[in-house]
């Protein structure tokens, strides 16, 4: 009797939270992945149908140069709507609730899924142009959203691990994204813009299923002070009556709550009981996108053609190289609670630092030394390794952990905003240092990694099995503040005009 009260402590993966987690993991975070590599395969097909759109219309082909300018906006435009999709996080959970917002979203892929599809039939690349905006949005707000959900809907011992299902089913998304871009498949001239459609039938299954299924306990309980909605949306979660403990611990963070209200970007940004939150937030959202994971996709093709793959049999390797990071963010799911989230970080950044600095040396003597190419590949695999282990799905999974309720959807919103502009910045100049440095443009990325490792090592605490409660308590001491409220204090002296920017 006793061990069965543990294991109801503890939670357990009942079917509601199961299905819950697969249909808003699918619904939103698989598009965000197969919004990121759906648009390579068929590149030179689009290209060509850029070219030829332009041509109907005014009888002249289009110039090099404008070509590839169009053709950057359509591939810029998807980290750009992500940007714009993360300043839209605070105002749509607060207003619309998690599920809510998961629901609102699918609007920004249903559309421009059947803009996409369409685009060829109206011969219009204007159509593909605003989709990746329209699409970038959707996965601006899913990136952010999905993590916080599934954050509030876990029991603490479970928190990890469904924290990075997100991660997981991106992982997903770009492998189904390089599958069905095979050119035997979808990636030709019939295909292609089914290819850029396909991405509406998951958001459309989520629009269906979702509203069957809890909102956040948390936002129903603290953010709607709606008590009995929040013990029935835990009941169907934890599969058991009693509930009493954990609602008893939302309310503690509900005093809290009230002490701080809702805390704003502009606050949040100023107050020092979340100082270290912040910055921690800041390093590992940058990290994470600026250690180079783009520039080793956008290399790969490069290395296993120099290695002596065929060149019509790169595709195959590249899916082979997604399989490997589904597989490892799986790998990610089973370990997080095991291992927890700081030594992941620190063993994934630094694989990811040792990679690219071995890489660098493999690129330059590659021409030299025989053997050199296939030790690069073995580089591309131990970083697609080391970034599926920690990089990429432990810094979302942290926001939620390191934030209570009143702070947490504007630091998804900084946190979001920083992962964005940073993928944005590294499209738009690794192309210019890859020409400057060539393969010593990986030594960037390097000291990077090493420079977000001391960080983690030095600063980043271990938030595995901890409440919400336990984990401030822990950053209170880092930020030398009050373990109590810290919060309520510090916005006593900030302006009324602050309070809902």
């Known amino acids: 009797m006793e061990q069965r009260d543990t294991i109801k402590r503890e939670g357990r993966l009942t079917p509601v939270l199961a299905l819950a987690t697969l249909i808003a993991a699918f619904g939103s975070s698989f598009q965000y992945g197969y919004n990121v590599a759906v648009i390579n395969s068929p590149a030179k097909l689009m290209k060509a149908f850029y070219n030829e759109t332009y041509y109907d219309r005014i009888s002249e082909y289009i110039s090099e140069f404008s070509l590839t300018l169009l053709w950057s906006v ?4 998807f980290p750009f709507g992500g940007f714009l999709g993360s300043l839209m996080v605070g105002p749509l959970v607060n207003k619309l609730g998690r599920k809510g917002t998961l629901l609102f979203n699918n609007i920004f892929s249903i559309v421009p899924a059947i803009l996409m599809g369409c685009s060829e039939v109206a011969r219009s690349f204007e159509m593909i142009i605003v989709s990746r905006l329209l699409v970038g949005i959707c996965a601006g707000l899913s990136s952010n959203v999905v993590p916080m959900y599934l954050g509030e809907l876990a029991p603490k011992n479970l928190r990890g ?75 169907r979660l934890r599969g ?21 209200g809702f805390i704003s970007v502009l606050q949040l940004l100023r107050m020092r009981s979340l100082r270290w ?21 956008y290399y790969a093709d490069q290395i296993y053609l120099s290695a002596g793959v065929r060149a019509q049999d790169v595709q195959y390797v590249t899916v082979g190289t997604g399989a490997v990071n589904v597989l490892m963010t799986v790998c990610a799911v089973f370990v997080v609670e095991l291992l927890g989230r700081r030594v992941l970080l620190l063993l994934g950044f630094s694989i990811c630092c040792t990679a690219c600095c071995v890489l660098t040396a493999a690129l330059a003597l590659q021409d030299t030394v025989s053997w050199m190419p296939y030790v690069s590949i073995a580089c591309i695999i131990s970083y697609v390794i080391g970034h599926a282990l920690g990089p990429s799905p432990i810094p979302a999974l942290l926001i939620t952990e390191i934030f209570l309720q009143s ?5 998804y919103m ?14 738009l100049i690794f192309p210019f240092i890859q020409v400057g440095l060539g393969a010593y443009s990986f030594i960037i ?16 605490p271990e938030t595995k099995s901890k409440t919400f409660i336990e984990i401030s308590q822990i950053f209170s001491k880092m930020n030398k503040v009050s373990e109590v409220h810290p919060e309520k ?4 002296d900030f302006p009324p005009s602050t309070a809902g920017l």
Not at 74 to 77: D, I, R
Not at 182 to 211: K, R
Not at 240 to 260: G, I, P, S
């Open 489 to 492: 204090e510090e916005l006593k």
């Open 445 to 460: 990325f390097a000291v990077i990694c090493l420079l977000t490792t001391i960080y983690t090592f030095l600063v980043v």
């Open 74 to 77: 359509s591939v810029s435009m």
């Open 407 to 411: 702070s947490r959807p504007s630091a």
């Open 414 to 427: 900084v946190g979001g905003s920083v992962h964005w502009l940073s993928n944005f910045t590294v499209g």
């Open 240 to 260: 058991w009556d009693d509930v009493d403990a954990e609602t008893e611990e939302m309310r503690e963070e509900d005093k809290a709550e009230k002490a701080a």
């Open 277 to 297: 939150q912040l910055i921690s937030i800041v390093v590992l959202m940058g990290g994470q996108q600026l250690s180079g994971v783009n520039a080793i996709y």
């Open 161 to 235: 691990a469904l924290g990075v299902v997100p991660q997981l089913f991106i992982t997903v998304g770009i492998l189904a994204a390089q599958i069905l871009g095979l050119q035997s498949l979808l990636a030709n001239e019939e295909g292609w813009p089914i290819l850029l459609g396909v991405t509406g039938i998951p958001a459309a299954l989520q629009l269906l299923l979702l509203p069957f299924f809890p909102e956040s306990p948390r936002y129903l309980l603290i953010q709607k002070k709606d008590e009995a909605a929040a013990k029935n949306a835990l009941r």
